[in-house]
């Protein structure tokens, strides 16, 4: 994959998340649920935008507006008479939106009906014979199963691409390897990158020209280890990207004012948080030494240490609030914490992919995070302290 649509994926994973971050931060949704489980039932109507998170999501209902989801496992079997805009390890649409479609996940099925286009990035994605799409549509994905009929052209960057739809347009993209099977048919160009020539069963049906071109010899022969490990690389923190942007959208959404309690505690004393965060990482290696020491202790480790590197982890979502807080201060958008948080993923993200700076921007931010994260556990623990002594004065 070129270097250029390897940014227009970052890009694109960005927008997905910017759009409904900007309505929420122009108003209030209408509609908004959060929990372990979110459903809307079959047979309720919701007559405007709607946005949920959770561990699973279920629309089984109709929807008459925009619909953003961020979840574990999303499911749409219902109509959404609007975009739908989704983010997920598992997502499967079903049902119909009259829209168009954005989702990002490890693996997507679609089934149902899309009234517009349909944009998928995801691991594995499977576009069966069962589904509907009336526009166009554009895909990134590890491997691609396409057997549904597009009104309009295909652009597909992909591992493994298998077509068996009837295309009304171009079938376009970046493609390792690409195989048209039986019931393929694309009414314009076949145009397409990759290392080896496509296999095309003699049924397909081809309007226009089928032009293969090649990666550049030099390129493959000396720079493929470079390449290689570049693509490994922008693809990881891109994967690690949409993760900590769903834990990120669930914390704020579900904990609004931890996060802002954390934030606040980082802008104001950042300094503080600064030595806190490098104190705990410093101290944790002989905190787990001396459970060693103990057959009670050795137990503990096994929490603790999963734990703790989930906690660093977690930290750089801190502190990446916190930036984007911070920009937003200083522009004329309405500020909101999902705002906050994608500005300050995308930034951190951008500056990892930096190979110089990326070690110490990781750093940076996790111990800014943790540091902050720790102080202000410890003042909800002295909050009940600090009440009762101004009781008893």
């Known amino acids: ?9 970052i890009v694109l994973i960005s927008l997905f998340f910017f759009f409904p971050v900007e309505i929420f931060a122009q108003g209030p949704f ?7 489980n979110v459903v809307v039932k079959k047979g309720e109507v919701i007559n405007q935008d709607f946005f949920a998170g959770g561990q699973t999501v279920t629309i089984s209902g109709v929807v008459n507006g925009d619909v953003y989801i961020a979840g574990g496992n999303v499911t749409v079997d219902g109509r959404i008479n609007g975009d739908l805009l989704a983010a997920g390890g598992t997502i499967n649409l079903l049902g119909e939106v009259s ?4 989702v990002v996940g490890g693996n997507i099925t679609v089934n149902g009906t899309v009234g517009k286009n349909l944009t998928v990035v995801g691991g594995n994605v ?4 069962q589904a509907r799409i009336s526009g ?5 994905s590890g491997n691609l ?12 960057y992909a591992g493994n691409a298998l077509i068996g739809s009837s295309i009304n347009g171009d079938l376009r993209g970046s493609i390792e390897e690409l195989a048209l099977i039986s019931g393929a048919r694309i009414s314009g160009n076949l145009d397409y990158e990759s290392p080896k020539e496509a296999g095309i069963a003699e049924e397909v049906f081809i309007g226009g020209e089928t032009i293969h071109r090649l990666p550049k010899e030099r390129e493959i022969i000396q720079k493929r280890p470079l390449k290689i490990a570049m693509i490994a690389n922008v693809s990881f923190k891109t994967f690690s990207f949409i993760v900590a942007l769903i834990f990120g959208l669930l914390f704020v959404f579900l904990f609004p004012n931890r996060a802002q309690g954390i934030t606040k505690v980082l802008e104001t004393r950042y300094w503080r948080s600064l030595g806190v965060g490098i104190l705990a990482i410093i101290l944790f290696i002989p905190a787990l030494a001396l459970l060693t020491i103990s057959i009670i202790g050795i137990p503990l480790i096994f929490l603790f240490a999963p734990l703790f590197a989930f906690l660093v982890y977690f930290s750089k979502i801190f502190a990446s609030l916190c930036l984007g807080g911070r920009i937003l201060q200083r522009t004329s958008l309405k500020k909101s914490q999902a705002w906050a948080l994608v500005l300050g993923l995308v930034i951190y993200y951008l500056l990892r992919l930096i190979p110089i700076v990326s070690p110490l921007v990781a750093f940076v931010f996790a111990v800014f995070g943790l540091g902050a994260f720790l102080l202000y556990i410890n003042s909800l623990r002295l909050a009940p302290r600090a009440r009762g002594g101004s009781k008893k004065g």
Do not use: C, E, H, T
């Not at 829209?99 to 954005?102: G, P, Y």
């Not at 166009?136 to 990134?140: D, G, H, R, T, V």
């Not at 199963?145 to 597909?156: E, F, K, S, T, W």
């Open 1 to 9: 994959m070129k270097g250029r649509q390897l940014i227009l994926f």
């Open 30 to 36: 209408q509609k908004y649920q959060k929990g372990q």
């Open 99 to 102: 829209d168009d479609v954005r």
């Open 126 to 129: 499977i576009i069966s014979n």
């Open 136 to 140: 166009s549509l554009l895909a990134f």
């Open 145 to 156: 199963d396409l057997r549904a009929p597009l009104g309009r052209g295909a652009n597909v």
